[in-house]
């Protein structure tokens, strides 16, 4: 097993990425950023990623599709989704089609932090 | 929710009182003057001039009666005359009738002092004074030669001074009476003259005064009436302003008047209140959206903060700068959703004031964005530059973009793309905003029924139909129009348009 986790953090607000590489990569991950929905799909199809961090709500290509998508390329991927005001139904509709978790906007470092560090105990990491 | 809605109707309808009042004080400033009085008046006057005329000839045919019956007397008068002069004459010819003469001029003398009073009024005093001597002097002269027959004196001296005396005053008499006799016939030719005119005289003034009572009375109803039937149509197209004076007194027009007015205010406080419960549905449903935009900026905020927290004594100075200014931006962002949403949904009276269409549309826009992102539509927008401003109430304005931008996302599939088009209209002096889809369009048989209020195809809880009616009533308060065109499965295109130039006339008058 590789020591790092790999992830991709989507989301079109270009501070959410900027603030939370930082605090991804203290904890020991391998972080690749984006906003543009239609470049990280391009890229989900190319790498399997340990862990998918995407908005749900974004222009042209939504979180569903980043799921769907990450689902294909590896089935052990975890995809966490964040959402902004809680859309109930596409909230349910992300948990069925397979996402491993939820954060609801406005979240703290740490929230984060909690959801991967689950997220990387599921896939076998011990101890971030 | 509802409580706003209450307070401001009731607002309404206490300001709506004095309204009231002042309507009620400029009807009792008019004089009272009721149709039924005018029509009473008129036939009075119409029964009037029939009376005038019957009496009139009346009297004319008892005048002329009158007249036909001296004027026998006079001809009896002028017989006796003749008669006695005939006497006379034979008298003198064969010595015979002298008694006859004598009486026929008694009785010409008898018939003149029976209608003395009328001859007098007939020929002159002086002159009815000349026929009674000259009448005395011939039965005088005709008495003197009975005297003389009866004495037998055979005088043929004084017998041929008698006659050329006899002769003389009898054809006095005779011309006279002619002449008294001709004239009253005159006279009674120009009665009957004037008889045979009188109906025609009449008749030319009933026609005269037809047409007076008839134009009076037209002006009196076809004109309130007409005024009436344009105030309907006005007030069927939602112009709720009262209607003008109908008639200058006080009378049943001045009722109906009334009742059309306190009609009009009470539609106008229904529209209010039609307009302010949609908008407060319309507030409900941008609420979500707004809250969910409003994350964006928090989220940002609250990371930047721990951010800066955790790793406040590693960064550098220029970091650190940059995610104060971040905070800024956010916290300013996060003030302008907010202010967005509040100018929209402040209470406020209704004001017109000159408006930039182009920031008024944007800053609908804004507001719809985050629906537009859950039906995942594409809103574009073009905007032709240096408009000239109109004038109008910004929050009702809003609200008519507004639903409009709603009903096109609601219309739209994902990947749905909404045009938003604002330029000059092709009528001069007027401004256009179209909202156009592409999508579900509108069914034909729908198509007549869409501005109706309560008319939606939205399921219950998601539409009151009420957002087209009231966005009708809104743009036609500013004077200017809603048209519609569709394709059924194609696209849907609303064209508002609003006058630039002239001020809407509802805005004056409050
Ligand atoms: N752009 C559009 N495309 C297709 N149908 C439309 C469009 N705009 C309006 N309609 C039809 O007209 C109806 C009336 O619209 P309206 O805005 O008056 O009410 P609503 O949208 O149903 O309710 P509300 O506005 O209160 O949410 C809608 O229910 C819909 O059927
Ligand atoms: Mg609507």
Known sequence: ???????????????????????????????????????????????????????????????????????????????????????VAMAREAMDKG????????????????VIAKAADSLGYKKL | ????????????????????????RDLLARPRFSLRLHMLLVFI?????????????????????KKLNFVQSSERYLFDIAQARRWEKNYFLYDTNLEDAVQSAGNAKSLLSQSLEKVITVLSAEETATVLKHLDQYIGLLQELTMLEKNNIKNADKKSEI???????????????????????????????????????????????????SRFLS???????NLLIESTQRIAKGDFSPVPPLCKYRGEFSAVEMAINQMCNELKSREVAMVESHKLRAIGTLTAGVAHELNNPLNNI????????????????????????????????????????????????????????????????????????????????????DLPRIRGDKQQL?????????????????????????????????????????????????????????????????????????????ITMHGGQISIETEKGKYTKFTVTLPFRTVPAVFNKT
């Open chain 2, 302 to 385: 609250m990371l930047t903060a721990h951010a800066m927290l955790e790793d406040h004594n590693d960064l550098s100075e220029d970091e650190l700068l940059e995610m104060i200014n971040d905070l800024i931006n956010e916290a300013d962002r996060s003030r302008s959703i907010v202010r967005n949403l509040l100018d929209f949904a402040r209470e406020s009276e209704s004001v017109s004031e000159p408006l930039d269409l182009e920031a008024l549309v944007s800053e609908t826009i804004k507001l719809t964005l985050n629906q537009a992102k859950v039906s995942g539509a594409k809103i574009e927008t073009q905007i032709q530059p």
């Open chain 2, 219 to 225: 002006h009196r109803l076809i004109k309130p009436l």
């Open chain 1, 1 to 87: 097993m590789k020591e790092k986790l790999d992830i991709l953090l989507l989301d079109d607000e270009a501070i959410v990425g900027n603030r939370l590489k930082p605090v991804l990569e203290k904890v020991g991950c391998d972080v690749e950023l984006f906003e543009d929905p239609k470049k990280a799909l391009n890229r989900i199809r190319e790498k399997k990623f340990d862990i998918v961090i995407t908005d749900i709500m974004m222009p042209d290509v939504n979180g569903i599709q980043i799921l769907e998508e990450a689902r294909e390329k590896s089935d052990i991927t975890k995809v966490i989704i964040i959402t902004g005001y809680a859309t």
């Open chain 2, 398 to 474: 809003k609200q008519v973009f507004l639903n409009l931008i709603l009903n096109a996302l609601d219309a739209v599939e994902k990947n749905g793309i909404v045009k938003i088009n604002v330029k000059k209209a092709d009528s001069p002096g007027f401004l256009a905003v179209q909202v156009e889809d592409n999508g579900c369009g509108i069914p034909a048989h729908i198509l007549p029924n869409i501005f109706d209020p309560f008319f939606t195809t939205k399921g219950p809880g998601k539409g009151t139909g009420l957002g087209l009616s009231v966005s009708h009533g809104i």
């Open chain 1, 99 to 114: 996402a491993f978790d939820m954060i609801a906007k406005p979240f703290t470092p740490d929230d984060l932090r909690s």
């Open chain 2, 1 to 24: 929710m509802t409580n706003p809605l209450e307070s401001k109707s009731s607002f309404i309808r206490n300001s709506k009182k004095p309204a009231l009042d002042t309507e009620e």
């Open chain 2, 163 to 213: 006659e050329t005396s006899l002769r003389q005053h009898g054809a006095e008499m005779v011309k006279v009476a002619a002449a008294l006799v001709t004239k009253e016939q005159n006279s009674i030719n120009a009665m009957l003259h004037l008889i045979q005119r009188i109906p025609i005289y009449c008749l030319a003034f009933a026609l005269l005064l037809t047409f007076f009572a």
């Open chain 2, 45 to 65: 006057l119409f029964s009037f001039l029939s009376m005038a005329i019957i009496i009139g000839s009346v009297i004319a045919i008892n005048r002329i009666q």
